[in-house]
Antibody, heavy 121, light 110 residues
Framework: EVQLVESGGGLVQPGGSLRLSCAAS????????IHWVRQAPGMGLVWISR????????AYAGSVKGRFTISRDNAKNTVLLQMNSLRAEDTAVYYC??????????????WGQGTLVTVSS | QSVLTQPPSASGTPGQTVTISCSGS????????VYWYQQLPGTAPKLLIY???QRPSGVPDRFSGSRSGTSASLAISGLRSEDEADYYC???????????FGGGTKLTVL
């Protein structure tokens, strides 16, 4: 069974840091790019970051560039999202995704269940 | 404000066909494939359509997608009560080197 399991969310004060983890199983993790997508309460989906299969290429949305860092460990089937200088507007459910976007060998998406990050004093 | 434009709401009665539109630009829908998602409350999005008109295994053929120019649409035929959900379109955007999403359409089955 394919699984993406996020962890690391929680309540943090503005200016603080959190590290999200995404643990993958049940598919050839090392062959695919992994993305993070977030959804603020009651709002739509927003792409945050992506990392290619060997970690050599990364990209970020403008809203998080310079504050968030994505990385992966293929030996542990894990992707990390280090989030620094957090702001109230970063409050959202964060999803780890192995998507069909730009990955022609995939015929379905894999999404985690999401982890809630709340930035508040 | 979302990069892709969707109507905020849509509705239909059981058995009807409902169409949800998604409008973009040359940097996204105009040059890349479109994807459609269904999201039920409290759950992760579920892929309904990939690469404009392909259905993942297990998605009923009541769901179909199309793309023309810088617009796309999702059609749901034989509407059922369990189709009541939020629907999102997505497409890769060359200007951001990542996917962009529509703001979502809340479908109500009357």
């Amino acid at each position: 069974e394919v699984q993406l399991v996020e962890s690391g969310g929680g309540l943090v004060q503005p200016g603080g840091s959190l590290r999200l983890s995404c643990a993958a199983s049940g598919f050839a993790f090392r062959n695919y790019s992994i993305h993070w997508v977030r959804q603020a309460p009651g709002m739509g989906l927003v792409w945050i970051s992506r990392i290619n299969r060997d970690g050599s290429a990364k990209a970020y949305a403008g809203s998080v560039k310079g504050r968030f860092t994505i990385s992966r460990d293929n030996a542990k089937n894990t992707v990390l999202l280090q989030m620094n200088s957090l702001r109230a507007e970063d409050t959202a459910v964060y999803y780890c995704v192995c998507p069909t976007w730009g990955q022609p060998l995939l015929y379905e998406d894999y999404w985690g269940q999401g982890t809630l990050v709340t930035v508040s004093s | 404000q979302s990069v892709l434009t969707q109507p905020p709401s849509a509705s239909g009665t059981p058995g009807q066909t409902v169409t949800i539109s998604c409008s973009g630009s040359s940097s996204n829908i105009g040059s890349n494939s479109v994807y459609w998602y269904q999201q039920l409350p409290g759950t992760a999005p579920k892929l309904l359509i990939y690469r404009n008109n392909q259905r993942p295994s297990g998605v009923p053929d009541r769901f179909s997608g199309s793309r023309s120019g810088t617009s796309a649409s999702l059609a749901i035929s034989g509407l059922r009560s369990e189709d009541e959900a939020d629907y999102y379109c997505a497409a890769w955007d060359d200007s951001v080197s990542g996917p962009v999403f529509g703001g979502g359409t809340k479908l109500t089955v009357l």
